[in-house]
């Protein structure tokens, strides 16, 4: 049969639709959620949870939850959780999505270390560094990061801001090389202290991590703390101390490799009462390593504002001396990048204190974000936020983000 001109129009329209459609449904957003126990039902908090070969992914809860978002590109991928301690769980995508029951229960995995006798446990950790570079993705490569930072205020949080990053990493045996904020939301302000910090929090959670330092190792007292396994290696957990400025350090140290999946800090800052710290790290296609997670908390206290002070006790307020404070921030990385013709640069970059940056609200792209479920802990201070002057967290995110 002959095709007129007309025919031919209405055969190219069909055939742009079918391709138009079918591009559409493979580049459809689908939500993979479910949680994390351990055989006894506790929650396992910051599991590693990603697409193998995809660097797609994010980190449980506190409370052992996950939800990230991922394209119908990746339903035939394996979905794969590792965590300290445990047997690496894997499954297929489709099969996860398609269960009743999202609740993953990984099994405790067993080590044969603890036979092995530990002479000189900093050794281990003098190893680590010296491969660090080498067991590490240290050439540019761009992460993708979910920043949080909550301010809380005579034990109410007063204050809440979150960014969308995009950074460029080489890895904890260097230094950030750039990044910018693409996205943010934050609370109204309703705190008395208003610190602000000369950089982005982000470069904090560089400087304050001792593998980017030179650590001093004689100050340190070593000790062998316990052992475990993670995604297949046995690992050699160590501690050291600096008891004059109630310093710790703890690795989690690969026994064949040395990689250093996870590390643990605390001390007592100046001017603080104490500081927590926690670096995870998780493997590419190669087994290097990159950060998958961060979470640090400062807590102390403050002199109260003297034209605070009088305003509240003009008001009849009996008010403290001195105010407590803490400041939460966490971490997700949800993507890696490490091919740099894909970098994405876009957003606003700047040496100044997260709440300076004027990025406005977007609604849409915080809806469609890999998000980590909310927790207990996120709900308490939403909903605080909220009650202070009973304005809704989204009508303070759609007033407080304007240029």
Not at 66 to 90: A, Y
Not at 150 to 174: K, L, M, Q, T
Request: aromatic residues 14%; glycine residues 4%.
């Amino acid at each position: 049969m002959k095709l007129t001109n007309n025919n031919n129009t209405y055969f190219l329209i069909f055939i742009s639709l079918f391709l138009f459609s079918c591009f559409t449904y493979s580049q459809e957003n689908i939500l993979v959620k479910g949680s994390v126990f351990d055989e006894n039902n506790y929650e396992i908090p910051y599991a590693a949870v990603g697409i193998v070969k995809k660097y797609i992914g994010t980190s449980s809860t506190d409370e052992g939850t996950f939800s990230f978002i991922i394209t119908t590109n990746e339903l035939d991928d394996t979905l794969k959780i590792s965590s300290i301690g445990f047997d690496t769980f894997k499954i297929n995508v489709r099969d996860f999505i398609n269960r009743n029951d999202k609740k993953i229960i990984l099994k405790e995995k067993l080590t044969q270390l603890n036979e092995v006798v530990v002479v000189s446990p900093d050794n281990y950790v003098k190893t680590a560094m010296k491969k660090l570079k080498n067991n590490t993705i240290s050439k540019n490569h761009q992460l993708k990061i979910l920043y949080r930072r909550w301010s809380v205020e005579d034990n109410i949080c007063r204050y809440y801001i979150e960014h969308f990053i995009n950074a460029i990493d080489r890895g904890p045996s260097s230094y950030l090389s750039s990044f910018s904020v693409e996205h943010s939301r934050k609370s109204s302000e309703y705190r008395f202290i208003k610190n602000e910090q000369k950089i982005h929090a982000l470069k904090y959670m560089e400087l304050n991590n001792p593998l980017r330092k030179n650590i001093p190792f004689k100050d340190y007292n070593w000790k062998k703390i316990n052992v475990s396994t993670y995604d297949g290696e046995d690992i050699i957990i160590v501690e050291g101390k600096r008891n004059y400025l109630k310093e710790r350090l703890r690795f989690f140290i690969g026994f064949d490799t040395s990689r250093i999946y996870k590390l643990e800090m605390s001390k007592v800052p100046k001017g603080g009462k104490a500081f927590e710290a926690t670096y995870i790290y998780k493997k590419n296609k190669e087994g290097k390593l990159y950060l998958s997670y961060h979470n640090r908390e400062w807590s102390g206290s403050i002199k109260f504002p003297e034209n605070i002070r009088k305003r509240r006790e003009d008001m009849g307020e009996k008010v403290p001396n001195y105010v407590p404070l803490a400041y939460r921030h966490e971490v997700f990385v949800i993507n890696l990048e490490e091919n740099k013709n894909k970098f994405d640069y876009s957003g606003i970059s700047g040496n100044m204190d997260m709440t300076l940056f004027k990025v406005p609200y977007d609604s849409v792209f915080w809806k469609n974000i890999s998000l980590p479920p909310e927790t207990s802990f996120f709900k308490k201070n939403i909903k605080e936020l909220e009650s202070l002057y009973d304005v809704p967290i989204e009508t303070q995110f759609k007033y407080s983000n304007r240029n």
